[in-house]
């Protein structure tokens, strides 16, 4: 797997208003996909902030994981022949105070909807997800305390 992070500001830090953020950057990942991402605005020092333009790049960490997650569980549900019809996993997060700012706790609440699946799968499939498949979850899990809650909803 790769990927190339390329910064964008720099014609932003010269004055070129057209060309976005000061601390913009463009990920070209390994598929062929590109994704955006963008920093805080500083009030300070605008010249060292972004603009708000797209996500910040913790955010596209947090973005990862859910992502990772989710599909790890719909998969393991699929596989298990239970009807799923859809999911979505909301997570929130704190970090640390001080440099590194790494994340301190994740909680992860998914709502999973299907026709006639017991709790008792979704749960396991989540527990599976992240205990064993998501690396993402499993990596973020060396700094954070990381948690999990769900809802069924027949569908």
Excluded at 17 to 35: I, K, R
Aim: glycine share 10%.
């Amino acid at each position: 797997m790769e990927c190339t992070v390329s910064w964008t500001g720099a014609q932003a830090s010269a004055g070129n208003a057209a060309s976005g953020s000061p601390m913009g950057f463009m990920a070209t990942t390994g598929s062929g996909h590109t994704l955006l991402m963008d920093g805080a605005p500083d009030a300070a020092k605008p010249e060292n902030g972004g603009a708000n333009l797209a996500p910040r790049p913790m955010e596209t960490v947090l973005a990862g994981t859910g992502g990772c997650t989710a599909y790890d569980v719909v998969l393991i549900l699929k596989r298990g022949r239970h009807d799923v019809r859809g999911c979505t996993v909301k997570l929130t997060s704190e970090r640390a105070e001080t440099d590194p700012k790494v994340f301190t706790k994740i909680h992860m609440h998914f709502t999973v909807t299907g026709r006639g699946m017991a709790a008792s799968a979704v749960e396991r499939a989540i527990a599976m997800s992240h205990d064993k498949y998501c690396s993402a979850t499993i990596m973020l899990g060396k700094t954070a305390d990381i948690t999990t809650s769900f809802e069924l909803i027949e569908a």
